[in-house]
């Protein structure tokens, strides 16, 4: 009996089967993702600021505790983003071509198609001191959600990067391939995105305080591990619309797959 239903289904329906289907699976993926950011907003907005003084010396009497201190960030050394050479102790650094790519259809007409392809994606951080007027503290920012701030949106060219050049055999095979299979691709033009955190800005960060030997320092730990060039009130707002656009996303996404699901489902 299913198998005769199924049979006798259109093809309007399977579509509206697969696109309810597709619609469920992304309404379960952003209430997910709703839920992670009222974490991250539970965690910023219960968390204590203290001092820098007072995060150390939690490290030998309350090691693993989650803390919350904000300071001025001084790299030691500091690394270098690639595209505007800014002193930071973390970047990401990313550069896409617009990838042309002419085919011949059936008709034999060449038709073209474009597309931004990521040709280059690089992130590094580097452990760094976090400092207040009571002092001192190092922050080891492995495993960290990185807040930064955005130095580059698009730019033109492929900026930090040296394009790969062809050799002269790779053109031959190239020149080969296009003429055998009718069709060819090539990056017309770059673009360059860069985000940073650079030293010498005031951070927040949250994370786990513990103690190496005599040393106190901030890492990632059994709570949320974040370092934001934002301050806590934008982190705030910033996960608090996540939460609720992920949220709402996701409800009507779910209904609207499942009722879309139901009418592909239903004969005719």
Same mark, same amino acid.
């Given at each position: 009996m299913v198998v005769a239903v199924v049979a006798?289904?259109?093809t309007t329906q399977w579509a509206m089967l697969g696109i309810g289907g597709a619609l469920v699976v992304f309404g379960v993926v952003a209430l997910i993702l709703g839920t992670r950011s009222r974490g991250k907003l539970r965690a910023v907005s219960g968390t204590s600021t203290m001092s820098v003084a007072q995060a150390a010396?939690?490290?030998?009497t309350l090691a693993g @505790? %989650?803390?919350?201190i904000k300071g001025t960030a001084e790299g030691q050394p500091p690394l270098t983003s690639p595209a505007t050479n800014t002193p930071c102790l973390y970047f990401k650094h990313k550069v896409e071509g617009l990838n042309v790519r002419m085919e011949r259809d059936v008709d034999g007409t060449m038709q073209q198609h474009q597309d931004w392809d990521v040709v280059y994606e690089e992130e590094r951080s580097t452990p760094f001191v976090l400092r207040d007027s009571s002092g001192s503290i190092w922050v080891m920012p492995e495993g960290?959600?990185?807040v930064p701030e955005r130095t580059l949106k698009n730019a033109q060219g492929a900026l930090g990067y040296?394009?790969?050049?062809?050799?002269v055999g790779q053109k031959v095979l190239d020149t080969v391939a296009t003429v055998?299979? @009718? %069709?060819y691709d090539f990056y017309s033009r770059y673009r360059t995105s860069e985000w940073v955190i650079p030293v010498g800005r005031p951070l927040y960060v949250?994370?786990?305080?513990?103690?190496?030997g005599e040393q106190a320092r901030v890492a990632a730990g059994g709570g949320k591990f974040?370092?934001?060039?934002?301050?806590?009130?934008e982190l705030s707002r910033k996960y608090r619309l996540s939460s609720a656009l992920w949220t709402v996303s996701g409800i009507l996404s779910l209904a609207g797959g499942a009722v879309l699901a139901a009418l592909g489902a239903l004969k005719k």
């Open positions: 006798e289904m259109t010396a939690a490290a030998g @505790s %989650q803390v919350e960290a959600e990185f040296s394009i790969p050049q062809q050799t055998l299979t @009718s %069709q949250l994370g786990s305080v513990q103690r190496d974040i370092i934001s060039a934002k301050s806590e009130e």
